[in-house]
């Protein structure tokens, strides 16, 4: 009797170490997904390798661990004192198990939503580059009509309504074309891209009644003289 007493202990006690090994490759198997988690971020392809390898190894896992567990509870069947010792082993176990795969829940769910953050913001980025270039294109390559300018400067109305047009979306250059004492030169670059320097120039140089071309410089920059009557 004492003898079977002492089996059953040892077989409790093998009982308890297989439960703790259980536990030890579960929380093992939480870093490894953790890692892939982070790994999907990168590359998504290698990741969903990974984690399918890790699913099977982990299927296999489980696999041998039950064998295991049937193996050891054809022994404990012998008494129901024993048997009830390893199912509360077996239920605490569990339970510390499902804990931390709760736990790795929420944290792949916080890495998954960071994640969608960044790349929301990177998207964003990027669409305001494309954006911004698209619109350096469109202004350098800009070919207007000197003849809105002419209109334009017939008196303080069409002046406004012209600066308001252009400057809809940015109220510091609003206010500045609007009180400009140089209002003909600002509208003359922005009816004339930098890719057509010679149509900004020609449109300065004989619509523009304050300012004259001198000479052009080798960046192909104007320098202005003394203001002169365009009546004549």
Same mark, same amino acid.
């Given at each position: 009797?004492?003898?079977?007493?002492?089996?059953?202990?040892?077989?409790?006690?093998?009982?308890?170490?297989?439960?703790?090994?259980?536990?030890?490759?579960?929380?093992?198997?939480?870093?490894?997904?953790?890692?892939?988690?982070?790994?999907?971020?990168?590359?998504?392809?290698?990741?969903?390798? @990974?984690?399918?390898? %890790?699913?099977?190894? !982990?299927?296999?896992?489980? +696999? *041998? $661990?039950?064998?295991? /567990?049937? &193996?050891?509870?054809?022994?404990?069947?012998?008494?129901?004192?024993?048997?009830?010792?390893?199912?509360?082993?077996? @239920?605490?176990?569990? %339970?510390?198990?499902? !804990?931390?795969?709760?736990? +790795? *829940? $929420?944290?792949?769910? /916080?890495? &998954?939503?960071?994640?969608?953050?960044?790349?929301?913001?990177?998207?964003?980025?990027?669409?305001?580059?494309?954006?911004?270039?698209?619109?350096?294109?469109?202004?350098?390559?800009?070919?207007?009509?000197?003849?809105?300018?002419?209109?334009?400067?017939?008196?303080?109305?069409?002046?406004?309504?012209?600066?308001?047009?252009?400057?809809?979306?940015?109220?510091?250059?609003?206010?500045?074309?609007?009180?400009?004492?140089?209002?003909?030169?600002?509208?003359?670059?922005?009816?004339?891209?930098?890719?057509?320097?010679?149509?900004?120039?020609?449109?300065?140089?004989?619509?523009?009644?304050?300012?004259?071309?001198?000479?052009?410089?080798?960046?192909?920059?104007?320098?202005?003289?003394?203001?002169?009557?365009?009546?004549?």
């Amino acid at each position: 009797m004492s003898q079977k007493s002492g089996d059953l202990e040892v077989l409790v006690k093998k009982t308890n170490n297989i439960a703790l090994q259980a536990i030890s490759r579960e929380l093992s198997l939480e870093e490894l997904i953790r890692q892939e988690e982070e790994e999907k971020n990168r590359q998504e392809e290698e990741r969903l390798r @990974k984690q399918i390898e %890790a699913e099977r190894n !982990k299927k296999n896992c489980v +696999l *041998k $661990a039950i064998t295991e /567990k049937k &193996r050891e509870n054809e022994y404990s069947m012998k008494t129901l004192e024993a048997q009830q010792r390893i199912n509360t082993i077996k @239920k605490e176990a569990a %339970a510390q198990v499902m !804990k931390q795969r709760n736990k +790795l *829940k $929420a944290l792949l769910g /916080k890495i &998954r939503q960071q994640s969608l953050l960044r790349r929301s913001h990177l998207k964003q980025e990027l669409m305001d580059v494309r954006s911004s270039i698209a619109n350096e294109l469109g202004k350098a390559y800009k070919k207007g009509d000197l003849n809105k300018c002419v209109d334009a400067m017939k008196n303080e109305t069409t002046k406004n309504n012209y600066c308001t047009s252009i400057y809809v979306d940015d109220f510091g250059l609003l206010n500045y074309c609007k009180k400009s004492d140089d209002f003909c030169n600002i509208c003359c670059n922005s009816e004339f891209g930098d890719m057509h320097q010679i149509e900004k120039e020609e449109c300065i140089l004989k619509i523009c009644p304050k300012k004259v071309a001198e000479e052009i410089e080798k960046d192909g920059r104007w320098i202005w003289q003394q203001p002169i009557n365009t009546k004549n």
